[in-house]
């Protein structure tokens, strides 16, 4: 009989722990299973694949309460060391804010569905899959994970934006999937070049590889990082990697442009955090100072071009809301940048507190908009309180949340966390940006809010050749799903508010 190669066989096979993978896991399944139950279900029927998906989200945010409440986990262990999956309490918050962020997508996109016209089985089967990959993707604990839950992310997406009909969606995934995939490149090539100096994956055996790494691999290794950091970057849309943002934005159907704004942020935002903060720790001061300087571009650049915003352009509101997206990212990195001069992973509660909030009022901003319809102009809202009080209420609610401004309290404590991250690693001309890009988008804030208790003015009509706004038309039948969709934000933004210490207690607390 022929020996076996290995000396120990058995111990090539682990189990695997389906309580800490199981978030992800269910997404994935509930993806498989939308895409079989939509070929067998009459075209009348095709609505309810959208509530299975939202079940399936459900499901998946369900397993995170016993994750939450028991010890770290970890599977797909190596006898060397390390894990290439571990649920702490850093993966935890932000598959909280995919699957989340996921499920109120979800609930505003059952009415773009049938109004579109989109197709079902394919929109619903996409979303899962991202929304699957943006869920593993804080879990990995390796280069090769992060990269290949970035792509599950981030490729579905790309159909997502294409999926609308109207020539606009195309051109726009097109922009979305060449400028994805050349900062993809570039990161594999960076990751290549860490390997090759580091001689493994795990981002814990990284930090440590750098560290002791020969003087002449240490070029390759820097050039190696760097290059890592532009492949995550740009999912985060951080300036100079933001030009696909306003466009692809406008060319999304409304749920989708709300999805990227909010979960496609994070999981590059959870990527961006775990190369930097673990594999590249060793280079804290260089890599600080790069995102240090990547946050006050981003927020100066979002901040002056939402701005700029006129109110009587076509898709002016979702490119604001864009403009925006870009202007936040930049307040996430500065408690990255924190981070690096700290020399600890602390400053990140920050990021993730901040996250959250801003996941939770801006699809709900999102959502508003869908809601308004028309050509989506911002004078489309004026007057919306004397035409349908709520949705005014509510829009302006999320608006003074994200400006960080009363009764929105938990938005100007997210900002405060930030800020006073900055401040305590010694970055003190970023957190003086910061404040200055704050008041900056107060401007924008405050203008739209104002617009929405403005008298309606005549003359305000859509130009000539162009359909009526519904909101134009007088009040029209609101779907339930996105009525939920809306409660669940306002009321989510309104307890964070009345209670903040919910979401900032991860400050103080140990992510890792």
Same mark, same amino acid.
């Given at each position: 009989?022929?020996?076996?190669?290995?000396?120990?066989?058995?111990?090539?096979?682990?189990?695997?722990?389906?309580?800490?993978?199981?978030?992800?896991?269910?997404?994935?399944?509930?993806?498989?299973?939308?895409?079989?139950?939509?070929?067998?279900? *009459?075209?009348?029927?095709?609505?309810?694949?959208?509530?299975?998906?939202?079940?399936? %989200?459900?499901?998946?945010? !369900?397993? %995170?309460?016993?994750?939450?409440?028991?010890?770290? +986990?970890?599977?797909?262990?190596?006898?060397?060391?390390?894990?290439?999956?571990? =649920?702490?309490?850093?993966?935890?918050?932000?598959?909280?804010?995919?699957?989340?962020?996921?499920?109120?997508?979800?609930?505003?996109?059952?009415?773009?569905?049938?109004?579109?016209?989109?197709?079902?089985?394919?929109?619903?089967?996409?979303?899962?899959?991202?929304?699957?990959?943006? !869920?593993?993707?804080?879990?990995? +604990?390796?280069?090769?994970?992060?990269?290949?839950?970035?792509?599950?992310?981030?490729? $579905? =997406?790309?159909?997502?934006?294409?999926?609308?009909?109207?020539?606009?969606?195309?051109?726009?995934?097109?922009?979305?999937?060449?400028?994805?995939?050349? =900062?993809?490149?570039?990161?594999?090539?960076?990751?290549?070049?860490?390997?090759?100096?580091?001689?493994?994956?795990?981002?814990?055996?990284?930090?440590?590889?750098?560290?002791?790494?020969?003087?002449?691999?240490?070029?390759?290794?820097?050039?190696?990082?760097?290059?890592?950091?532009?492949?995550?970057?740009?999912?985060?849309?951080?300036?100079?990697?933001?030009?696909?943002?306003?466009?692809?934005?406008?060319? !999304?159907?409304?749920?989708?442009?709300?999805?990227?704004?909010? @979960? #496609?942020?994070?999981? #590059?935002?959870?990527?961006?955090?775990?190369?930097?903060?673990?594999?590249?720790?060793?280079?804290?001061?260089?890599?600080?100072?790069?995102? &240090?300087?990547?946050?006050?571009?981003?927020?100066? @650049?979002?901040?002056?071009?939402?701005?700029?915003?006129?109110?009587?352009? $076509?898709?002016? !509101?979702?490119?604001?809301?864009? /403009?925006?997206?870009?202007?936040?990212?930049?307040?996430?990195?500065?408690?990255?940048? &924190?981070?690096?001069?700290?020399?600890?992973?602390?400053?990140?509660?920050?990021?993730?507190?901040?996250?959250?909030?801003?996941?939770?009022?801006?699809?709900?901003?999102?959502?508003?908009?869908? %809601?308004?319809?028309?050509?989506? +102009?911002?004078?489309?809202?004026?007057?919306?309180?004397?035409?349908?009080?709520?949705?005014?209420?509510?829009?302006?609610?999320?608006?003074?949340?994200?400006?960080?401004?009363? $009764? #929105?309290?938990?938005?100007?404590?997210?900002?405060?966390?930030?800020?006073?991250?900055?401040?305590?690693? #010694?970055?003190?001309?970023?957190?003086?940006?910061?404040?200055?890009?704050?008041?900056?988008?107060?401007?924008?804030?405050?203008? /739209?809010?104002?617009?929405?208790?403005?008298?309606?003015? *005549?003359?305000?009509?859509?130009?000539?050749?162009?359909? $009526?706004?519904?909101?134009?038309?007088?009040?029209? +039948?609101? *779907?339930?799903?996105?009525?939920?969709?809306?409660?669940?934000?306002?009321?989510?933004?309104?307890?964070?508010?009345?209670?903040?210490?919910?979401?900032?207690?991860?400050?103080?607390?140990?992510?890792?």
């Amino acid at each position: 009989m022929t020996p076996l190669a290995v000396a120990d066989p058995g111990g090539l096979i682990q189990s695997v722990d389906w309580v800490a993978v199981a978030p992800p896991l269910i997404a994935a399944l509930a993806a498989l299973a939308v895409l079989v139950t939509d070929l067998f279900l *009459p075209p009348a029927r095709k609505r309810l694949l959208g509530w299975l998906s939202a079940a399936g %989200l459900l499901a998946a945010l !369900a397993v %995170l309460v016993p994750l939450a409440v028991g010890d770290t +986990r970890s599977t797909f262990c190596f006898k060397s060391g390390g894990c290439s999956y571990t =649920a702490d309490h850093f993966a935890l918050a932000f598959q909280l804010l995919a699957l989340g962020g996921a499920l109120l997508t979800v609930l505003l996109s059952l009415h773009t569905v049938d109004e579109e016209k989109l197709p079902g089985g394919e929109y619903w089967f996409l979303l899962l899959s991202s929304a699957c990959g943006a !869920a593993l993707l804080p879990a990995a +604990r390796d280069l090769a994970t992060l990269v290949i839950a970035l792509e599950v992310a981030t490729l $579905p =997406a790309f159909a997502l934006v294409a999926l609308r009909r109207d020539g606009r969606g195309a051109e726009s995934a097109l922009k979305f999937f060449l400028s994805s995939v050349t =900062a993809t490149a570039v990161m594999l090539l960076g990751v290549s070049f860490v390997y090759a100096a580091a001689g493994t994956i795990q981002l814990q055996g990284i930090a440590d590889g750098l560290a002791h790494a020969p003087g002449q691999l240490k070029p390759l290794a820097e050039a190696g990082a760097v290059l890592t950091l532009v492949g995550f970057a740009f999912k985060t849309a951080a300036v100079p990697f933001h030009f696909w943002v306003p466009d692809t934005y406008v060319g !999304a159907p409304l749920p989708v442009a709300g999805y990227l704004s909010v @979960v #496609g942020k994070a999981a #590059g935002l959870s990527g961006l955090a775990l190369v930097t903060t673990v594999a590249f720790r060793p280079y804290g001061h260089t890599w600080g100072l790069v995102l &240090a300087v990547l946050a006050a571009l981003t927020m100066t @650049v979002g901040n002056a071009a939402a701005l700029r915003q006129r109110t009587d352009t $076509p898709h002016g !509101a979702v490119r604001l809301l864009a /403009w925006s997206s870009v202007g936040q990212a930049g307040y996430l990195l500065v408690p990255l940048a &924190a981070a690096g001069y700290a020399g600890s992973a602390e400053p990140l509660g920050a990021t993730v507190a901040y996250a959250l909030v801003y996941g939770l009022v801006n699809l709900g901003a999102f959502g508003v908009v869908a %809601l308004v319809g028309g050509s989506g +102009r911002l004078d489309g809202f004026r007057g919306l309180a004397g035409r349908n009080r709520w949705a005014a209420l509510a829009l302006a609610f999320f608006l003074l949340c994200l400006a960080g401004l009363p $009764p #929105g309290v938990v938005g100007l404590f997210g900002k405060v966390v930030v800020f006073r991250a900055a401040v305590d690693a #010694g970055l003190g001309w970023l957190a003086v940006v910061m404040a200055v890009n704050v008041v900056v988008a107060l401007a924008y804030y405050l203008k /739209w809010t104002a617009l929405l208790f403005a008298p309606a003015e *005549p003359g305000t009509e859509p130009a000539s050749g162009s359909a $009526p706004a519904p909101e134009a038309a007088g009040p029209r +039948r609101v *779907p339930a799903s996105l009525t939920a969709a809306l409660g669940l934000a306002a009321c989510g933004a309104v307890v964070l508010s009345v209670a903040p210490q919910l979401v900032l207690q991860v400050v103080s607390g140990s992510l890792f």
